[in-house]
């Protein structure tokens, strides 16, 4: 008998589903469950690694470490330690099969749809097998669960009225499409490269002259300051162009500003060639930030 139904994996900080398992009931009280799984997805970041909601047929539980959650629904006769044990092996085995860059980039739905083998794989595998390392591994979860129970909560944290969950405004509904970025292209990579590689000469070069500074005079300060300024600037840039910001375009202006005005200063300690290469390519990361757009809202394929 089948007491794992459903499952799925979300990025964390925005709940954005990156796979799910396709063969699931269609009936009414089950997609009811979907979408209180669908609206729980999206506030994990308020709750502890692990954590449960039952319900008179059906139960939710989810696993999270780093940004990457595991979420399933089960019969309410599935035990918990199963549940997360279940979960568990589905994490290590997302985590195994894609990097954490890929997860962090992914700006679509089910991204790693593909994945729903491995899904179906290891939900046959709790559902149908029973071996002594099975056996193991739930002696361990049901220990942890001892010492740290997971979070128990109420079917009212996990209820969607008319958009608007309990206590919440529709902004925090939805936070994953409205902070989802249009996929990144290859001019955009390029400037992340060359922006990481100034940041990287003004660091260098920074850190060397502080090192000869403290033994020759205080008046290098101003030139170190020129140097790690920059620095930081061109770091805050990447950030800018892989994630939404509010205020994005003052941001942007600011730390061109920053660039521009810190090459400057170092007239005297690099060559008209290096400062318009730097001036140069923080124009080329602020045209690619500003550029990338936020995408619209995608539908979740079926899944």
């Known amino acids: 008998m089948s ?14 589903p990156l796979s799910a398992s396709t063969d699931f009931y269609h009936t009414q009280d089950f997609l009811e469950w979907r979408r ?53 092996t589905l994490w290590w085995e997302f985590t195994a099969s894609y990097d954490t860059t890929c997860i962090g980039l992914a700006s679509r739905p089910y991204a790693f749809l593909e994945f729903d083998s491995i899904i179906q794989k290891v939900k046959w595998h709790f559902n149908y097998v029973s071996s002594s390392q099975m056996e193991c591994s739930l002696e361990k979860i049901q220990e942890e669960l001892k010492l740290q129970p997971p979070a128990v909560l109420t079917l009212e944290d996990t209820d969607v009225a008319n958009g608007v969950m309990n206590g919440h405004t529709p902004m925090h509904l939805e936070p994953a499409p409205n902070f989802r970025m249009e996929p990144v292209t290859a001019l955009g ?6 922006n ?42 990447c950030y800018l162009y892989l994630f939404y910001s509010p205020a994005r375009t003052m941001k942007v202006v600011l730390m061109l500003l920053f660039i521009c005005l810190g090459n400057m200063y170092l007239h005297g300690l690099r060559n008209l060639w290096q400062i318009l290469f730097h001036i140069g390519v923080a124009f080329l990361s602020s045209y690619q930030i ?10 979740d394929c079926g899944v």
């Open 36 to 88: 209180r799984l669908k609206s729980l997805a999206l506030r994990l970041t308020q709750y502890p690694g692990r954590g449960s909601a039952e319900g008179c047929d059906f139960s939710i539980h989810f696993s999270s470490f780093g940004d990457v959650a595991c979420m399933a629904i089960c019969s309410c006769q599935c035990p918990a330690a199963m549940a997360f044990c279940f979960l568990e």
């Open 196 to 237: 990481i590689m100034c940041a990287a000469l003004n660091l260098i070069r920074g850190v060397h002259l502080a090192e000869h500074s403290l033994e020759v005079a205080h008046e290098e300060i101003g030139n170190i300051l020129a140097f790690l300024v920059p620095f930081v600037a061109c770091i805050f840039q």
């Open 189 to 194: 990579i390029l400037s992340l490269i060359l």
């Open 3 to 16: 007491m794992i139904f459903f499952a799925c994996v979300v990025r964390v900080r925005d709940g954005l």
């Open 290 to 299: 500003l550029t990338r757009q936020l995408q619209e809202k995608q539908s």
